[in-house]
């Protein structure tokens, strides 16, 4: 079996730049939900197709890389004896066990596209309803005008 998780590990790093970078987007994508749901935060239906296109963009790197990372999740083959045995624990240990693991951080890459996703849903779903409102304020003074 040849290991790929170097591969893998720096096809994550060029997406998101590292997990420190990461744990940063994934606190700025909870603050952005945060303030879509709570009307603090809007966009228009252009600016929401384009932020729309690159999460999609991303999310599709990264399930371009999924299949790599269901293997490093998978005891390597190395053989039977106690030495290997321990061996194959240390790699699934240090692939898929705390936050920093590579499996762990694909995942929270993951979850945090998903938020962005459910952010940009919501700022667009708030601006048309301001753009709403907006009109409809301006609809009663007009109708209100004197002749």
């Known amino acids: 079996m040849t290991d ?15 997990e420190q970078q990461l744990n940063t987007m994934n606190t700025d994508a909870k603050r952005m939900l ?10 228009d239906e252009e600016t929401g197709t384009h932020l729309r296109r690159a999460i999609e963009q991303m999310k599709e790197r990264l399930d371009g ?24 624990a240390h790699f699934l240990t240090a692939m ?13 890459a993951v979850d945090l596209l998903t938020t962005l996703q459910q952010a940009v849903e919501i700022a667009i779903s708030k601006y048309q309803v301001a753009d709403d409102a ?14």
């Open 96 to 108: 898929d066990s705390d936050d920093q693991s590579l499996v762990q951080v694909f995942t929270a």
């Open 134 to 147: 907006v009109s409809e304020t301006l609809s009663t003074f007009k109708d209100q005008e004197p002749r």
């Open 34 to 43: 945060a303030d879509a749901q709570a009307g603090r935060w809007a966009v």
């Open 4 to 18: 790929n998780s170097g591969d893998v590990a720096t096809q994550v790093t060029n997406v998101f730049g590292g």
């Open 65 to 88: 890389i999924r299949p790599r990372i269901y293997l490093l999740q998978q005891a390597p083959k190395f053989g039977n004896d106690d030495y290997a045995k321990k061996a194959s």
